[in-house]
């Protein structure tokens, strides 16, 4: 038997990342967590609309999605608590650029993506934004066999409720494989 | 010095859930972890447009997102490997249904929620459907404080590079508190 909890959004936890834009010229970031997966190269990113970094997503139709890991849990929450119109940001990391000319990059994150913009819904009070990621950056340290090892990464992983940042886990089983020892039971 | 990996999204791990809806009158449900947040009450689902789940959603402008927790693993990966249209779902698990009547939600799911569609995106090959949550329910056993405990619930971590479900690990450090701690670095 379950309780109603009202209509509390409980998809979490959901992995931190430090976006980041060209606000008036001037890279800018911002801590959000919320966002998620559209497709295979599709990011989407839920930002208030008052949000600086905002401004510079819409402008250049371009942003970069970071991947802290949890050696970087005091700077991401310190950038996820100021905002970018009380202080520079972008003297924060060392930056670099990959295709997009508009799309900082965080040289301090093991994991990074610069992605255009393709798709801008607004809704009432936030802005989702739907971008393609046109490139994928990684430190030698974080891959196995080519691609990024997330036990490796170790990213932080944000959740509401407990308002705290987790670590990831163990592997739990095969995805497209346990499920073939399911057996539905007869009625 | 960053390696590129081409244009592979990297935004893992991924909450794992099973997503429900009516499609024809009988419920359906789609193992899915391309999803996200948008806002406090919004959700963001990323599906193939050649699911038949897609079909319910638009249909009936409803959906529910069920949390599996680690010891459903089996059936979870089984729902993301065969289609609604070769097996009927509807018998694999004990349902009910909250405000809507369209959002068939899992009672052995420790964790749901049913959502009203409020935007459809049409991308080239996905659907992209943003709901907002009117009702959450959970097990007792899963609260702390009247709050979701994701240690307790222990949900599926999918990550596409590894291919596997992870479990989620232990706290690192509290939200909106330990960037106090950060001072930057005077240049």
Known sequence: MKEKLGSTNALYPLVTAIVGATVDGTPDFATIAHLGIAHLRGITLGMG???LTNKGIIENGTFSVNLPSE??????DHIGMVSGAKEDK???FELFYGELETAPMIEECKVTMECKLVEHVRLPTHDLFVGEVVGTYADVDVLTNGLVD??????????????????LGEPVAKCWSVGKEYAPQSS
Do not use: C, E, Q
């Open 49 to 51: 609309n008052v949000h």
């Open 71 to 76: 050696d970087m849990v005091a700077v991401t």
């Open 90 to 92: 972008s003297s924060l």
């Open 150 to 167: 997330i036990a490796k990464l170790k990213p932080l992983l944000f959740d509401m409720a407990s308002k705290k940042y987790w670590s």
